[in-house]
């Protein structure tokens, strides 16, 4: 069985749907750097390798930490541009529904007014004043989820086509 999807994607799409790998960070490059080296001369096989490589990277000063960060600065920036070209291949995310946008909007204010809550305590909180609005309240967060579903609906349905 084909899928039209498979039909409808070019080669070159695909490799630009390819997410890119993150660069490595300061001590995984300077662990690249240094384990031949530990390997050889304390006579230890990988795991006790990183702990002693993480031991001297912990004993640098910032200004020789900075070489390996300046070191991985190109690779940081292609990573950036790669990530930004795959990330206008993906499809627009689905909106968030009628009480995803309320708690979106409340959320923020919930927090500030209980600041002792836990997330679960806002939820039910947010839950609570959701269920006691009035209609024509929830009635313009429900058009506006009904607007932005339809705006959706309307580009996928061109990226499909």
């Avoid at 204010?109 to 305590?121: A, F, H, V, W």
């Amino acid at each position: 069985m084909i899928f039209k999807r498979f039909l409808s994607v070019s080669p070159i799409a695909l490799e630009a749907a390819v997410k890119p790998k993150r660069p490595p960070t300061a001590f995984s490059y300077y662990f690249s750097q240094v384990h031949d080296h530990i390997c050889a001369s304390h006579n230890v096989s990988n795991p006790g390798a990183m702990k002693i490589a993480g031991k001297q990277w912990r004993s640098l000063s910032e200004s020789e930490k900075q070489k390996y960060v300046d070191a991985l600065k190109p690779l940081r920036e292609k990573y950036s541009a790669a990530y930004e070209a795959y990330a206008k291949t993906l499809p627009p995310k689905k909106p968030a529904t009628s009480f995803g946008s309320f708690l979106k909007e409340k959320s923020p204010q919930l927090r500030t007014e209980n600041p002792g809550l836990s997330q679960i305590e806002i939820l039910k909180l947010a839950s609570s004043k959701w269920k006691s609005l009035d209609a024509s309240t929830k009635e313009q967060y429900q058009n506006k989820y009904r607007e932005d579903l339809a705006e959706y609906r309307k580009v996928m349905g061109q990226q499909s086509a």
